[in-house]
C-alpha cells in the first residue's frame, strides 16, 4: 500500500490532533497509539483493496491519505478499536477526534465488519447493528435500535443519502437503500432496491450482479 505520508508523519499526526483536542498521557498514551497505528494501517490495507474509488488506487496499488477524510475516518475507526483492547478512555478520545473531524458518530463498540467505505459521512449516525462485509454509506445516514433491538445487515448492503434503517429489520444481501428510505422493523429481501417509508415500502428486485457491476465494491480487491 502506498501512504501520502511517511508511517513517522502519521503517528506524529494521530498524537497531535488527539493532544491538541483532549491532551494525551506523554508516558502511555503516546505510546499506545504509536505501537496500534501499524495494525490500523494493515486493516485499512485490507478494507480499501475492495473500493472502487479512484482516491483509494493509485499506480495500480492501495492508497491512503490522512488527507481525505473518507479515508481517514475510517482509519480513526479502525484505530480506535484497537485501542479500545487496553485503553478506553484513549479510545474514547480518537472516536472523538474521529466526530470532530468527519462529523461521523462511529464509535468502537460497533463492530464494522473488516470490508466496509464511506463517503461523506457527515451527519451519519452508525448504531450496534449486525454488519457484513461490503457495506457501503453517505452522509445523514442512521442505523439504530428500537426497544434495544438493532438491525441486521447481509452482505453488499448500500445506504444512499439520509437513509435510515432502524429496529427489528433483516436487510437482506445485495442491497440499496435509496436516498430519505425510511425502514423500521421491516424485512428487505436480498438483491433489493427499496424506496419510501415504513410500513409502505416499495421494493424493486434485480439480478445480483446488478449490485456488484453499480456498487462500490470489487468482490475480489486488489492483491
Known sequence: MIISVTKEELITLAIKQVDNLFLCDKETEVKAIAKDIPEAIERI???????????????NDIFFNPFHSGQYAIFLYFLSRILSRENNSLADKVYYLNKAL?????????????????????????GRAKFSDFFFFTQN?????????????????????????????????NCIISANTYIKDQDVPDNSIVFGSSPNLIIKQKEEAYFWENGMFNSTGIS
Open 141 to 173: 445516514c442512521t442505523v439504530g435500535n428500537n426497544n434495544d433491538i438493532y438491525p441486521r445487515f447481509g452482505e453488499n448492503v448500500t445506504m444512499l443519502s439520509g437513509a435510515t434503517v432502524i429496529g427489528n429489520c433483516k436487510i437482506g444481501s
Open 45 to 59: 490495507e485490507h478494507c480499501f483493496s475492495f473500493s472502487k474509488c479512484k482516491y483509494y488506487q493509485k499506480n
Open 102 to 126: 468527519n462529523s461521523v458518530d462511529l464509535y468502537y463498540e460497533v463492530e464494522m465488519p473488516r470490508i466496509f467505505d464511506l463517503d461523506h459521512p457527515l451527519g451519519s449516525v452508525i
